[in-house]
T-cell receptor, first 114, second 116 residues
Framework: AQSVTQPDIHITVSEGASLELRCNYS??????LFWYVQSPGQGLQLLLK??????LVQGIKGFEAEFKRSQSSFNLRKPSVHWSDAAEYFC????????????FGTGTRLQVTL | GAVVSQHPSRVICKSGTSVKIECRSL??????MFWYRQFPKKSLMLMAT?????????EQGVEKDKFLINHASLTLSTLTVTSAHPEDSSFYIC????????????FGAGSRLTVL
């Protein structure tokens, strides 16, 4: 069965600092990979996705993620964090060919200090 | 862009009562919608796949008699938590593909259920 691990439950960074959120997955083949962001009391907003091709994907709000097959990882990065980035971030995987059966990681809560 | 609306956003009910949560696709038709449950400080768990005009498909371990799903039209799916108990308190989120051929899910803002 597929699984997603986000090893960092909570991360605190200063505004303007760089950010990397880790995501590792376990899956038989290369799955579809996603990063979502959830603000308090809100639904999920898609930041970016990887299906195939270029392993460095660009998303909204200045986020990017890199797929590394050898490490089964899909880490999320941002070069300069803004206070408004404080939220919960979820990595998710789905079987290749369909984005319907998402399996989510447990999330990483990002706190931004001014 | 595609919008999925959930109502109510918050609901408080007494133990033993039933609560209905609506999920609407506002500017597109959704033949399939998905219902997730999110526990505090936990990830999202897929509960069921809601299919327009047919029975929902429930994930293993989800009680279909407790969580009734109806998808009566191409823009509306409802989740009814029957005979709710405090352990049913949770954040329920629906999602849908924003049209034929779409391969990314659009999520609603969620509904927080508190059972007293």
């Amino acid at each position: 069965a597929q699984s997603v691990t986000q090893p960092d439950i909570h991360i605190t960074v200063s505004e303007g600092a760089s950010l990397e959120l880790r995501c590792n997955y376990s899956y038989g083949a290369t799955p579809y990979l996603f990063w979502y962001v959830q603000s308090p009391g809100q639904g999920l907003q898609l930041l970016l996705k990887y299906f195939s091709g270029d392993t460095l994907v660009q998303g909204i709000k200045g986020f990017e993620a890199e797929f590394k097959r050898s490490q089964s990882s899909f880490n999320l990065r941002k070069p300069s964090v803004h206070w408004s980035d404080a939220a919960e971030y979820f990595c998710a995987v789905a079987p290749p060919g369909t984005a319907s059966k998402l399996t989510f990681g447990t999330g990483t809560r990002l706190q931004v200090t001014l | 862009g595609a919008v999925v609306s959930q109502h109510p956003s918050r609901v408080i009910c007494k133990s033993g009562t039933s609560v209905k949560i609506e999920c609407r696709s506002l500017d597109f038709q959704a033949t399939t919608m998905f219902w997730y449950r999110q526990f505090p400080k936990k990830s999202l768990m897929l509960m069921a796949t809601s299919n327009e005009g047919s029975k929902a498909t429930y994930e293993q371990g989800v009680e279909k008699d407790k969580f009734l799903i109806n998808h009566a039209s191409l823009t509306l799916s409802t989740l009814t938590v029957t005979s709710a108990h405090p352990e049913d308190s949770s954040f329920y989120i629906c999602s849908a593909f924003s049209g034929a051929g779409a391969n990314v899910l659009t999520f609603g803002a969620g509904s927080r259920l508190t059972v007293l």
